[in-house]
């Protein structure tokens, strides 16, 4: 929410003082929770300090949601909101299975190639749609996204004939899930191995963090998020800068579409349920508000490693099945009330 | 109006401390009753303090306060309420759901049989009688949402008066109302005070204190520094009582010169709100437009820019101005500090560097999209050093610097385009007098360099100093142009109020 207009009738009111942003109050609040609880699980349990656990398990894991929460914060820090994410991870994943079926005859880079180029355009596609929706018919970003979300679940259905598992043809299976399950050694050994999944994340990562950071595009985006009448205002075309921040999404949907296709070799239309709402969480735990102008990656990236940490050491720590959700929406919500404390922006608000 | 004018408010030796810095410096105010008394002065003069006092908000006030011809402690705005003192602000409280008739009586539902429910047919008729007392006629049934900003200001006095209020504060109340609204308003207040209630008219607003208040106090750096009857004085002297001695010495010496034709406006229209504008503005000159809130003038301005449709042409030198939008005339050369900072200027929580290069990233951007940090800054440092914008911070988050100096930025992001043609509406709007001049200085040079600006203000002295021409808008048409130099204050604002034949 933006701030209300307050005239400055009062010479040297206290709200003048510049704290630091609140952003980076809540960002720091997550590291530390982040620190002591590595620190405490490494001195409680053998499992965690593990390079199997840390790096197969908790990162491998993490690093297809960290995709699309890149895409995310790209959205989020515009102002938007997108739920269909879910949805269109599974769109794509089902074009990538579909293609590979297509080209079942072809070499395996061509077959490879040409269905990831797919994927990449049908994510693109899908937010794309997402965008033109929000930005140029001026629908609600939560209506829109909800929407789509339902309607790329129907396509993903029809495409895989009501619901049937489409699987990688055999003779292309064993090079494409190299996308998950490929490693790549450190250190001139393989006693340390980073996985695939990672490798690509980290891409991801740097690619998104130099756009957002470094391009005009990403000053607009940020600029769209703080105040997007102002913005117009200033001749800048905000519709299209909103659009391709969904588009960017979509795309991030392509890459882990591909990356866990990898991993099952099949393609559902089930699959990826409930996955918007973690990305949102790892967004929203980082520091990024809704409603945007702030945040930004590296907030991102911290929210998604807390909760995938929790994730990791739920069952380390015996916590029981039906207990973890509890857990996992206490964890975001004090993160969040905290953040609401801090700022002193409850209900009371200012006068 | 009243034969024995009874003061209900009488504050005494009111003053007001933030952070040890004096925001009222020991002021006396009353308030008689069946009047109105006005309050104006500059933005930071003390006015909407003041009134926060009397609404209870600031309880650590020092002074004395009497009310009704007791004394009173106003220690928190319940508290006030129950005095008799009632606010109706700026940014109106009403509930946008709810009835007009809930709203009313909104705290005062009548209960009805069942514990806990309320009785609706009887909440209808009361709030109907409230209505009718006041002679208002809205809707009650309606949600008041879906009502005007002026007929939801009428339902917030309505709750008001229903509260047995007595003494009411009206807090800038024409500043986001247009036109025929303002009138209606006023004879709503003029009325109010022919039942005896005591009324504080907060204001900036010079030219519309002779329509509305029978006395006016000045307020200047938080001390009251006169009080007339409205009868006796002159526009020209409360300006003069606002900005004390300085007024002279705040404008720069006119030294532009008009040149050949840079903007054709014809046949501007929007139906409803303003029609058939037409002018032409010239390099190097300085085009006031006057008018009173609600005249039209903005949209005219945002209209121009592109920021709303209109019908009519618009050419920038020679070339017409097709399709005009907020993008296509920036790209073209014309610039616009919109009237209302905060909603339409400022990138809240982006630093000053990013607001100020928001409007040139294409110019600052290498191959590729790329934009190097280092550009933006010293981009910015180049506009913060020439606008003199302090503190002298590219990285502080805007809405961290005053008012005067988010404009100085905002300017600045402009300046960076070197448009050919700027548009300045109440560019001064909330600033502090030395950013005033610094601005007046600004717009003299823009103006010498060949430029075109079009400044629209309701400060009309502001208008008689910098303007080469004034165009007098009155209810969405041209009526009228005089030559800015020579020009008195009281004519450009005797040229606003005059009705037609």
């Known amino acids: ?351 | 109006m009243a034969s024995a004018p009874t003061p209900v408010l009488r504050m005494q030796g009111i003053v007001k401390r933030f952070a040890g810095v004096r925001a009222l410096d020991g002021v006396d105010f009353d308030v008689r009753a069946g009047e109105v008394h006005a309050l104006i002065g500059e933005n930071g003069a003390g006015k909407s303090t003041l009134m926060n006092v009397l609404a209870g908000r600031f309880p650590d006030y020092e002074g004395r306060i009497h009310l009704f011809g007791q004394e009173a402690r106003l220690a928190s705005p319940r508290q006030a309420l129950a005095l008799g003192v009632g606010v109706i602000y700026q940014e109106l409280s009403v509930l946008p759901n709810l009835t007009v008739a809930e709203n009313i009586l909104l705290g005062h539902e009548p209960p009805g049989r069942v514990p806990g429910t309320l009785d609706r047919r009887t909440l209808v008729r009361q709030a109907q009688d409230v209505l009718d007392a006041l002679g208002f006629r809205l809707p009650v049934g309606e949600p008041v949402g879906r009502l005007s900003h002026a007929r939801q200001c009428l339902v917030e006095i309505a709750h008001a008066i229903r509260k047995n209020v007595r003494l009411l504060v009206f807090d800038e109340p024409t500043a986001s109302l247009a036109g025929d609204d303002v009138e209606r308003l006023f004879a709503v207040i003029r009325d109010l005070r022919a039942r005896g209630i005591g009324i504080a008219y907060i204001s900036h607003r010079l030219a519309e204190l002779p329509q509305i208040a029978d006395r006016v106090t000045v307020l200047r750096d938080g001390k009251a520094v006169g009080t007339r009857d409205i009868a006796d004085v002159k526009v020209a002297e409360l300006s003069h009582m606002m900005l004390g001695r300085r007024l002279t010495e705040m404008f720069p010496e006119k030294r532009n010169q008009p040149a050949e034709p840079i903007l054709r406006v014809e046949g501007l229209s929007r139906p409803g709100v303003f029609e058939d504008i037409s002018f032409t503005l010239r390099r190097g000159e300085i085009l006031g437009i006057a008018g009173l809130v609600g005249s039209g003038r903005t949209e005219i301005a945002r209209a121009i820019f592109g920021a709303d449709r209109a019908a009519g042409r618009c050419a920038l030198e020679g070339r017409p101005l097709a399709r005009r939008s907020p993008r296509r005339c920036t790209a073209r050369g014309i610039g616009m500090i919109q009237e209302n900072r905060t909603l339409d200027g400022n990138v809240t929580g982006l630093s000053v560097e990013r607001n100020i290069g928001i409007g040139v990233l294409d110019r600052l951007t290498a191959f590729g999209g790329v934009l190097p940090p280092r550009r933006v800054r010293r981009n910015a440092q180049r506009m913060i050093e020439r606008m003199d914008v302090r503190p002298r911070d590219p990285a502080r988050p805007i809405q961290t610097l005053s008012g005067g100096n988010q404009q100085k930025a905002i300017l600045g992001r402009w300046l960076c385009r070197d448009p050919k043609v700027l548009i300045l509406d109440e560019p001064t709007q909330g600033i502090d007098v030395g950013t005033k001049a610094q601005i007046y200085r600004l717009i003299m040079d823009l103006a010498s360099d060949g430029r075109g600006i079009i400044l629209i203000s309701s400060e009309f002295f502001e208008l008689v100093n910098l303007a080469d021409r004034i165009l007098v808008v009155r209810d969405g048409r041209l009526v009228g142009e005089m030559p800015g130099p020579g020009t008195e204050v009281d004519a450009v604002f005797a040229a606003c109020v005059r009705k037609g034949a």
């Open chain 1, 1 to 351: 929410m933006p701030d209300q207009p307050d005239q400055p009738d009062k010479p040297e009111a206290p709200s003048r003082r510049w704290k630091p942003s609140f952003q980076v109050v809540q960002a720091g609040t997550v590291l530390l929770v982040l620190l002591v609880l590595c620190a405490v699980s490494a001195a409680r349990t053998t499992t965690f300090l593990t390079w199997r656990n840390l790096v197969y398990n908790l990162l491998t894991n993490a690093a297809y949601l960290g995709i699309i929460a890149c895409g995310m914060t790209f959205v989020m820090v515009a102002g938007g909101f997108d739920l269909s994410v879910g949805s269109t991870t599974t769109v794509c994943s089902v074009v990538a299975v579909l293609v590979l079926q297509g080209m079942g005859g072809q070499p395996a880079w061509m077959a490879i190639t040409v269905a990831v180029l797919a994927t990449a355009a049908a994510g693109v596609l899908l937010g794309a749609a997402n965008g033109a929706c929000v930005s140029y018919v001026g629908v609600n970003p939560f209506v829109t996204t909800l929407s789509t979300m339902l309607i790329f679940r129907g396509i993903a259905l029809i495409m895989t004939q009501g619901g049937q598992t489409l699987s990688v043809p055999l003779a292309l299976k064993k090079t494409f899930s190299q996308t998950y399950w490929g490693k790549v050694d450190l250190f001139g050994s393989a006693a340390h191995q980073l996985t695939v999944p990672i490798l690509i994340f980290l891409g991801v990562f740097v690619v998104s963090v130099f756009i957002l950071r470094f391009t005009r595009f990403g000053h607009y985006v940020y600029a769209v998020g703080g105040n997007e009448n102002a913005t117009w205002l200033a001749g800048i075309n905000t519709s299209l800068v909103k659009a391709t921040t969904y588009a960017i999404c979509g795309l991030t949907c392509a890459i882990a579409a591909v990356i866990y296709t990898g991993m099952s070799n099949t393609g559902q239309a089930a699959s990826y349920q409930g996955l918007e709402l973690l990305v949102i969480a790892s967004v929203i735990v980082g520091g990024t508000p809704l409603g945007g102008g702030a945040g930004g990656l590296f907030f991102t990236l911290i929210g998604l490693l807390l909760l995938s940490v929790i994730e990791n050491l739920l069952p380390q720590f015996g916590v029981q099945e039906e207990y973890r959700n509890i857990v996992r929406g206490l964890i975001i919500l004090v993160v969040v009330a905290m953040d609401v404390l801090v700022r002193g922006t409850g209900r009371k608000g200012k006068g």
